[in-house]
């Protein structure tokens, strides 16, 4: 079935390295966001993208690159991983189909050593 | 910008006994609201929302939620709970169709035997 995938499902790193998240999904629909899960903060907008080649900054975007070259994919880069981004982190893109209807990837769990 | 409340983190509750999960915004303008639901390893599904017209909004599992724009809030119930309901639950805003979706904290349902 077509939909938003993510991967690596697991990772772990170590502080300095960089590590990229990616996420791909089939609908080729506009919007695509990263969000992480932590116990006692829910879930945060790290970053989203309207289209192709157009970004923008959530909740907290420090420490992470994103980049929509093509409306499919949406890959998410830590630059030099810290341990405070050890998290679970969601991809999720809006169908268009209905306000609000995010469809959501099964997570990329990264923790960082 | 807007907010939102998640007042309880975790709430138990009896097999076949009714359950209330709070949520409270915070907002100047108008807002959509909805429910996501998350079950043990998976990433998060709509579960109801509220976008106008009748303030009381129902799932197709038997959850149902009032948007009370004088107390701001957009409370969760459902007056039967199922083992199946363990889950945990977040109450999310948004402002307009385009803009991001923010998310409360989260609420884990514990459903006793």
């Known amino acids: 079935d077509a939909g938003i995938t993510q991967s690596p499902r697991y990772k772990i790193t170590e502080t300095g390295r960089q590590v990229t998240l990616m996420c791909h999904q089939t609908?080729?629909?506009?919007?695509m966001f990263w969000y992480r899960q932590d116990l006692g903060h829910g879930l945060r907008l790290i970053y989203y993208s309207a289209a192709a080649d157009i970004t923008d900054k959530g909740e907290v975007p420090d420490g992470y690159v994103v980049s929509r070259s093509k409306t499919e994919n949406f890959p998410l880069t830590l630059e030099s991983a810290t341990r405070s981004q050890t998290s679970v982190y969601f991809c999720?893109?809006?169908?268009?189909?209905?306000?609000?209807?995010?469809?959501f990837g099964e997570g990329s769990r990264l923790t960082v050593l | 910008a807007q907010s939102v409340t998640q007042l309880d983190s975790q709430v138990p509750v009896f097999e076949e006994a009714p359950v209330e999960l709070r949520c409270n915004y915070s907002s100047s303008v108008s807002v959509y609201l909805f429910w996501y639901v998350q079950y043990p390893n998976q990433g998060l599904q709509l579960l109801l929302k509220?976008?106008?017209?009748?303030?009381l909004v129902e799932s197709i599992n038997g959850f149902e939620a009032e948007f009370n724009k004088s107390q701001t809030s957009f409370h969760l119930r459902k007056p039967s709970v199922h083992i199946s309901d363990t889950a945990e639950y977040f109450c999310?805003?948004?402002?307009?169709?385009?803009?991001?979706?923010?998310f409360g904290k989260g609420t884990r349902l514990h459903i006793l035997p």
């Open positions: 999720a893109t809006d169908r268009g189909l209905a306000i609000g209807e995010l469809f």
């Open positions: 609908w080729s629909h506009s919007y």
């Open positions: 509220y976008l106008s017209g009748s303030t």
């Open positions: 999310a805003v948004s402002l307009n169709r385009d803009d991001k979706i923010i």
